[in-house]
């Protein structure tokens, strides 16, 4: 009886939901799915900071650049001297009872703790190179100069300022181009980058006829490149 009862329900059940699929199964435009395939495969990409550096190199045809980027770093040396003036102080300040000896020898310590923070960071320079969007944007920060017959600067009128600037008022500095960028300027770079986290996969030595992506190239996808190029400064001349 049970087992009656239950091929009853499954072939209720069958005429039900088989229409149903039936129906689902309406032939989807092309147009629709691939608009839709492009919208899923669109990266989606968080900012990477920004960068400032002196011009090595331009590759109008790669559309990469290479920059002389000044990267600050702390003197070791010059933080222990401050550590230990700065111990110093609270020594004379808990030790010393004549007021005009504590208060000359803290001054002194407070200058020398002054002088070394001057010298707290050197600098070091790195080259680095960074990919360029294909839809990059170029602005100058200071429209280029003007100048009249006799070979004197003239100033722009606020309309000539305008149209430098270009359509969108609210874009950095002027309007420039790719092909603007030149050695030794400065300038710097907006990067954004694709969103995640890069996952890097050890090669499975049982399976010789599966060619992992290398390290490298799974960084490079997820490498900071510049969206927008803003010239801070002309090269020397």
Do not use: W
Not at 109 to 125: F, R, V
């Amino acid at each position: 009886m049970r087992k009656m009862l239950r091929a009853v329900v499954l072939a209720a059940f069958g005429f039900v939901v088989l229409p149903a699929f039936a129906e689902d199964e309406k032939p989807v435009e092309k147009k629709d799915v691939d608009k839709k395939d492009v919208d899923k495969k669109a990266p989606e990409e968080v900012s990477a900071g920004s960068i400032t550096g002196k011009v090595l190199h331009v590759d109008e045809t790669k559309k990469t650049l290479r920059l002389q980027v000044g990267i600050p770093e702390i003197n070791q040396n010059e933080l222990n001297a401050i550590n230990n003036d700065t111990l110093e102080i609270q020594r004379v300040a808990a030790t010393e009872r004549n007021p005009n000896t504590r208060a000359n020898r803290i001054a002194q310590l407070q200058q020398s703790i002054a002088n070394h923070k001057a010298k707290l960071y050197k600098t070091t320079y790195k080259d680095m190179d960074f990919t360029v969007a294909d839809d990059v944007k170029v602005r100058m920060a200071n429209p280029p100069a003007k100048f009249d017959e006799k070979g004197k600067i003239v100033k722009y009128t606020q309309e000539e300022l305008k149209e430098l600037k270009g359509p969108d008022p609210k874009a950095p500095g002027y309007k420039a181009e790719f092909s603007d960028l030149r050695q030794k300027q400065v300038v710097s770079l907006v990067l954004m980058r694709k969103k995640g986290t890069p996952m890097i996969k050890k090669p499975d030595p049982g399976k010789k006829d599966v060619d992992p992506a290398s390290a490298t190239d799974v960084l490079a996808e997820f490498a900071p490149h510049a969206t927008t190029i803003i010239i801070v400064a002309e090269a020397p001349m």
